[in-house]
């Protein structure tokens, strides 16, 4: 894939024409056009600037790997970490709750190992989303993240509460 490929690609999916990519990065429209057709090429000062905005090396922007493929790869993996970081919160909350029903404290062990688990998961999560700055829905992402933190919160004090 060439770079005028990849400008393309990335520009399009943060939803920037020509002109406002142009305005980010302190070039004209025209320079845009040239480099998404191959007739041109950035400086390095630009490479900087689109590196920086699209978060992506210059490497990525100009070697032959394809960017879509390797971010749709991470997307994947993301999603995956996403979704066993939510299950080590429902295996938390399950035995905190037979710890707490059955009067058991030795099920907390499951508790602290599923928050243990979850809070591993959503590290990774994290890591492989960081890219993604820009989130479209900022009220659900905090609140989301709210609900967890009040449910790995009660888990380790029900879990310390009963074993002590």
Known sequence: MTFGEKLRILRSEKELTQEQLAEKIFVTRTAISKWETGRGFPGIDSLKEISRLFGVTIDELISDE????????EGELAKFFYILSVVCVGVAAVFAL???LLRQPYFNIGGILGVAGYVACALIY???KRR???????????????????????????AILQLV
Not at 66 to 73: G, L, S, Y
Not at 133 to 154: C, D, E, M, N, T
């Open 66 to 73: 394809d960017v879509a493929v390797k971010r749709k790869r």
């Open 98 to 100: 037979l710890a707490y």
């Open 126 to 128: 994290a890591h492989y």
């Open 132 to 158: 993604d700055a820009l989130k479209k829905a900022v009220a659900p992402y905090i609140i989301s993240r709210l609900a967890v933190l009040a449910v790995v919160i009660a888990v380790m004090v029900g």
